[in-house]
């Protein structure tokens, strides 16, 4: 992990604000959702971005019954 020297402190809800500077590089919008993933002592934000619960690819996504599905795997289940 690369360290970007910014130290942000947590508010009394638990929040952190994220830098803009930050947000502009990742692209990260406002409303944009993050994943949270913890590795060992770490905890790793990412910008969420839906997949397939099929196959994990994240182009072509259609909703179909409350998931993800990728269009290669719809056209396999004929869903398209």
Do not use: Q, W
């Not at 959702?33 to 397939?52: F, M, N, R, T």
């Amino acid at each position: 992990m690369k360290s970007t020297g910014i130290v942000r402190k947590v508010d009394e809800l638990g929040r952190i604000v994220l830098p803009i500077e930050l947000r502009r590089t990742m692209g990260i919008e406002v409303k944009d959702a993050l994943e949270i993933y913890v590795d060992g002592d770490h905890i790793v934000l990412k910008k969420y971005e839906p997949s397939c619960v099929f196959c994990g690819n994240a182009k072509d996504i259609i909703h179909f019954k409350g998931k993800n599905v990728c269009s290669d795997c719809a056209h396999e289940l004929g869903l398209l």
